[in-house]
């Protein structure tokens, strides 16, 4: 009932643009950074929804940080884009709350004094551009200016069957809250963690993971998982910890060697290439499957139209339709999607 009540409330919420202040940072390695943000005591989201960030302001700090002269870029192309004029993302980045909780819960380094009775928000934020380079910039005590939350969210099952939770690469940050959200609601919970290596996976370690080979053996050595008590499988590429093969692999493997059958639900958050791979299991398993998708995203409220991905649609003649991933997303039932 209060799983119902608490969705009922997130469903209500308007997105409000706020400035959030950056109250810890924790380089996690390979270009991925976890920044804690103080939000106000009335926040509520729940795991898939998402922010969309400015990146714009205080562009003469990132330049520094790149060992660039903000002024002196004679080289830069004289065109009349905004972008290319100003030099820096004009459009939002969208990023996904990956956690959430209250500020006594902030134990990183570099915490701030905050008011008690506020929120903490965490955003997970891998380096691959212009404004994810910009969030990594920001320093403790700056502020960022950013809209939600938006989309929609995983909905967890009704009874107390198995929910699986797999998520891989790029594109994992939900996972954790989704985990955390699960366990409050004491849902039986293992999770599928796969990486290229054993140093790629954004987590914090409690100890060496080992590596497994061929075989499913449920750790609890990660302790963003362990914290909710959730096993978890991991698998790399090349084997440097838990099963050696793709995330989806083990998954398979453990439904062939380990399932006797009973009800489970999985949940997917990950690189394109994974979800495809996920959907593709849970087809052949008869399992429901919802899972996050990542699209290049511009208003991130259903206006610029930039966002569209092809749904099944049984009541279109060509059985599909276009559907905007962040007003009608972005978690989607894995069945409904058309990948091309
Ligand atoms: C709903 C949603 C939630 C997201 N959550 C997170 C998150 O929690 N953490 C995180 O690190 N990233 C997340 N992303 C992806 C993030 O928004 C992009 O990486 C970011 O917009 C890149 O901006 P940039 O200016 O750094 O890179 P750009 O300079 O704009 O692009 C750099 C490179 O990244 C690629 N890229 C840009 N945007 C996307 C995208 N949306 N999906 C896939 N590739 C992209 C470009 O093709 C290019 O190769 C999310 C995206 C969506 C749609
Ligand atoms: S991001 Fe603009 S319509 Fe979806």
Same mark, same amino acid.
């Given at each position: ?129 212009? $404004? ?18 938006? $989309? ?24 954790? $809250? ?100 996920? $959907? ?61």
């Amino acid at each position: 009932m209060a799983n119902e009540e608490t969705t009922r409330s997130v469903d209500a919420v308007r997105p409000r643009r706020l400035d959030l202040p950056v109250v810890a940072r924790h380089p996690l390695g390979h270009g991925f950074l976890r920044l804690s943000l103080d939000a106000p005591p009335d926040w509520l989201s729940l795991p898939g929804q998402f922010i969309n960030v400015l990146c714009e302001s205080d562009m003469a700090a990132l330049a520094a940080s790149e060992g660039r002269d903000a002024e002196v870029e004679a080289d830069w192309p004289r065109a009349t884009g905004i972008e290319l004029i100003r030099r820096w993302p004009v459009v939002r980045r969208p990023f996904s709350v990956s956690r959430v909780g209250t500020m006594a819960d902030v134990a990183s380094p570099g915490r701030v004094a905050h008011e008690v009775g506020r929120m903490r928000l965490e955003i997970l934020v891998r380096a691959v551009g212009t $404004g994810s380079r910009f969030l990594h910039s920001r320093p403790v005590g700056s502020l960022l200016n950013a809209v939600g939350p938006l $989309g929609n969210h995983f909905a967890p099952p009704q009874d107390d069957r198995l929910c699986i939770l797999v998520g891989g690469g790029c594109g994992v940050a939900p996972i954790f $809250g989704l985990a955390d959200h699960l366990a409050d609601l004491g849902k039986p919970c293992l999770c599928f963690f796969g990486a290229k290596d054993a140093g790629d996976m954004p987590v914090t370690y409690r100890r060496t993971p080992e590596p497994t080979g061929s075989r499913i053996a449920p750790t609890e050595v990660v302790e963003e998982f362990a914290e909710d008590d959730i096993p978890a499988v991991l698998a790399t590429e090349d084997g440097s910890a838990g099963f050696r093969g793709m995330v989806t692999d083990a998954l398979e493997a453990y439904l062939r060697d380990a399932w006797k059958g009973e009800p489970l639900a999985l949940f997917g958050c990950g690189p394109t290439a994974m979800l495809k791979a996920l $959907g593709a299991v849970a087809a052949r398993h008869g399992l429901p499957c919802q899972m996050s998708l990542e699209r290049f995203m511009g208003c991130g409220i259903g206006v610029c139209l930039s966002c569209a991905a092809k749904r099944r649609d049984p009541s279109s003649e060509k059985g599909w339709t276009y559907r905007l991933t962040c007003r009608d997303g972005p978690v989607v039932d894995a069945a409904d999607m058309i990948w091309d």
